[in-house]
């Protein structure tokens, strides 16, 4: 599954690539890009885990910049 998720209050490009890192490194996503400029994560990931995968992406993202959003 590919999946378009907008952000909202992403502050720099260098927590952006943070977030990318972070996120590939969990189980289930097959890639993942952070797009700074265009306040967008483009994520693939299996269907089956979608869910689970959605809630850890949201921690890494909290843990790294706390103010962004994941508009779903």
Do not use: T, W
């Not at 967008?40 to 962004?68: A, T």
């Amino acid at each position: 599954m590919k999946k378009v998720i907008r952000l909202q209050d992403l502050d720099c490009a260098n927590c952006a690539a943070k977030m990318e890192n972070n996120i590939r490194k969990i189980n289930g996503v097959q890639n993942v890009s952070v797009d700074f400029m265009m306040q967008k994560m483009v994520l693939e990931c299996n269907d089956e885990c979608y869910n689970d995968i959605l809630r850890e992406v949201k921690n890494v993202c909290r843990k790294i910049e706390p103010d962004c959003k994941l508009m779903i």
